[in-house]
């Protein structure tokens, strides 16, 4: 059974508009959670990589949360653009080893329309 | 771009077939991670390979083996290939001791 668990699974939104998509996760203990951009066919990107010690990370128009106690993140993504449509995946290392055994989540795939 | 190059870009093999996928990581990346990546899904942890030595593997069998060489570069094998293993392969490399991982372009594998 998959430890991450995204929501929703696909996403539809208007160019300029918030959204807000959510992970949880029952890993544990964990070392770090990260987000990561994929585009269709292409290799994922980091977006913000948070350590369990960390509530929330910027990165431009993106920003993710975390709640340690919940088992929860989200990533929240401001003034929406065409350019973001892509996949979004959560993912948690559930080690300190810092990249081993990464668990993914099976993605958010979000479309900006005009 | 990350700076991991894969290859090839896309592949066609017949069941029963063995193939061979490569991955360039950036100079001092001695970390790299292969992933499965179905369709539609997020990818899943295939095996690691730290200094040229195996150290860690997901749940994929035998047939899945890899190496990996002191030039950064490294090698994804899977003999008896089956329909199902038809997907996205991509190659992570990382520095010693830090979190974040570069991912490569992918292979796109399919067998018929």
């Known amino acids: 059974k998959n430890q991450v668990e995204q929501s929703p699974q696909s996403l539809i939104i208007l160019e300029g508009k918030n959204c807000t998509l959510q992970c949880n996760y029952t890993v544990s203990p964990f070392s770090n959670l990260r987000w990561y951009k994929q585009d269709t066919g292409r290799g994922p990107v980091s977006l913000t990589i948070?350590?369990?010690?960390?509530n929330t990370k910027s990165n431009g128009r993106y920003t993710a949360t975390l709640d340690a106690d919940t088992k929860q993140s989200s990533l929240h993504i401001t003034a929406s653009q065409l350019s973001d449509s892509a996949s979004y995946i959560c993912?948690?290392?559930?080690?300190?080893?810092?990249?081993?055994?990464?668990?993914f989540g099976g993605g958010t795939r979000l479309m900006v329309k005009p | 771009e990350t700076g991991v190059t894969q290859s090839p870009t896309h592949l066609i093999k017949t069941r029963g077939q063995q193939v061979t996928l490569r991955c360039s990581s950036q100079?001092?990346?001695?970390?790299v991670s292969w992933y499965q990546q179905a369709l539609g899904q997020g990818p899943q942890f295939i095996f690691q390979y730290y200094r040229e030595e195996e150290n860690g593997r997901g749940n994929f069998p035998p047939r899945f083996s890899g190496l990996q060489f002191p030039n950064y570069s490294s090698e994804l094998n899977v003999n008896a290939l089956e329909l199902d293993d038809s997907a996205l392969y991509l190659c992570?490399?990382?520095?010693?001791?830090?979190?974040?991982?570069?991912f490569g372009p992918g292979t796109r594998l399919t067998v018929t």
């Open positions: 100079s001092g990346h001695n970390t």
């Open positions: 948070m350590t369990f010690s960390e």
């Open positions: 992570a490399s990382r520095e010693d001791r830090n979190y974040e991982q570069y």
């Open positions: 993912v948690v290392s559930p080690t300190n080893n810092a990249g081993n055994m990464l668990t």
